[in-house]
């Protein structure tokens, strides 16, 4: 369950689309000015919204600020459920409880975002690299593109938690 976890925090960290070390450098640049996004900015970002990911998506219901998702990295379907918040200026978390064939195992992933202008930089905490969740003006191939308004989340949930066995 371990391995499963570390490799769905790997690929969220990819599918955040990392940049090269030179555009790194000039983004450093820019953030040297830029300021955390606000709890409404954040709210506003993320809640009802699903965040589609290579091999899953996590979904952020406004409803007592539920987070579900599933993955299916290494071919290894799981499901988490938890809980999403914002810790503090520009942090968003979500906590989870991850559950697979092999058992069950909690997990918390957190992301630090940061504006200037219109352009919003995340990383991933707590050594995640700098990199621009969404350009000004927006880009089809921006991180941010893949937050979709509504929750695409339940339905292959719910197939996964049949398959795997509902957890009470």
């Known amino acids: 369950m371990k391995a499963i976890i570390r490799g769905l925090a790997f690929t969220i960290a990819v599918v ?18 830029s300021t955390p996004l606000t709890q409404a900015e954040l ?3 993320y809640g ?8 899953g998506a996590g ?32 942090k968003l ?4 409880d991850w ?5 069950s ?3 918390t992933t957190c992301f630090s975002h940061r504006k200037r202008g219109g352009v919003i930089y995340q990383k991933r905490e707590p050594d995640g690299e700098w990199y621009v969740f969404r350009h000004a ?3 089809a191939d921006d991180e941010f593109m893949k937050l979709r308004r509504g929750n695409y989340v339940s339905a292959r949930l719910s197939r996964i938690e049949n398959r795997l066995g509902k957890v009470k």
């Open 16 to 33: 955040a689309g990392i940049g090269a070390a030179s555009t790194e450098a000039a983004a450093a640049r820019k953030r040297a000015t």
């Open 43 to 45: 709210y506003a970002l």
């Open 48 to 55: 009802q919204k699903s965040w589609i990911w290579k091999k």
């Open 59 to 90: 979904y952020f219901s406004v409803r007592q600020r539920r987070f579900t998702a599933w993955s299916a990295e290494n071919g290894s379907p799981s499901y988490g459920i938890g809980r999403w918040f914002i810790a503090g200026q520009g």
């Open 93 to 96: 978390c979500f906590k989870a």
């Open 99 to 103: 559950h697979a064939r092999d058992g």
């Open 105 to 107: 195992a909690p997990a």
């Open 137 to 139: 003006p927006t880009r």
